[in-house]
């Protein structure tokens, strides 16, 4: 096995946790910094941990369990549905929460960007390519895409925190970007593994990427990083009604003084 795939299959033992464990840690510091202490931060902190800490083991068990793998004869691929409900589920529950509405006005908008410097790991996909166990045209789009996407992370979330002109536009270019990425990815994926809606790679289909550990990047990692690139956009938003708030109530005080 090429000494690249060895590594990468390696760090992801380690990365996958890490990536949760950071996300958790972050979460802990912003709930202080929104005040929640003691037993209220405690109970915050497992709202949050308890699911994302169980949804990490389920999509693990699954994946061992073969339930990722594509079938010719099954009616629908799993991976969408391990995509979209976590997705729709976690972004709705996490946006009406007055607890993570209070995270996200008392941490600056870098946190949820500079996270996702785990990005750069999607070279994986780069590196199966280069052995034969995927095709050209999943891998190389998704995996470079993911490489920039992750390279760019804390660049852009340096730049957020300078509160230089245009910040905010560069996160949010920076958010679509991402999703632009992961979008791409998956529907290379779906479209070019064997199935009834194969329609790429005939002659090399896209198996590895449904088999595990692999597959805990499109059945976990894709959906997590969605979801903290909707919050991060939430929270530019949120950020941005709060500034033009202030702006507006600045105005009013210097026209009373006049």
Excluded: C
Aim: charged residues 10%; glycine residues 8%.
């Amino acid at each position: 096995m090429n000494v690249f795939v060895e590594f990468f299959l390696a760090a992801g033992i380690i990365v996958r946790p890490a990536i949760v464990a950071a996300a958790l840690f972050l979460f802990w510091l912003g709930l202080r910094r929104a005040g929640f202490d003691g037993r209220a931060r405690t109970l915050a902190w497992l709202s949050v941990a308890v699911p994302l800490i169980a949804w990490f083991i389920l999509v693990a068990q699954l994946g061992r369990a073969g339930v990722f793998q594509p079938r010719l004869d099954a009616p629908a691929p799993t991976i969408p549905f391990a995509i979209v409900i976590p997705l729709a589920t976690g972004l709705i529950l996490l946006t009406r929460s007055k607890t993570f509405a209070a995270f996200a006005d008392a941490t600056p908008p870098s946190w949820l960007i500079g996270v996702q410097v785990y990005r750069v790991f999607g070279a994986v996909f780069i590196a199966q390519w280069a052995e034969g166990n995927l095709p050209g045209v999943f891998a190389l789009p998704a995996g470079f895409g993911d490489v920039l996407v992750g390279a760019l992370a804390i660049p852009v979330a340096l730049y957020v925190r300078s509160n230089a002109r245009g910040g905010r536009w560069a996160a949010v270019a920076w958010n679509l970007l991402g999703i632009a990425d992961l979008i791409d990815a998956v529907t290379l994926g779906f479209l070019s593994a064997p199935g009834r809606f194969q329609m790429l790679a005939f002659d090399h289909p896209n198996l590895l990427v449904g088999t595990y550990p692999l597959v805990m990047i499109p059945a976990f990692a894709v959906p997590f990083s969605l979801i903290l690139h909707g919050l991060s956009l939430w929270q530019l938003r949120r950020v941005g009604r709060h500034d033009a708030t202030s702006r507006t109530q600045l105005g009013f005080r210097a026209a009373a003084r006049e």
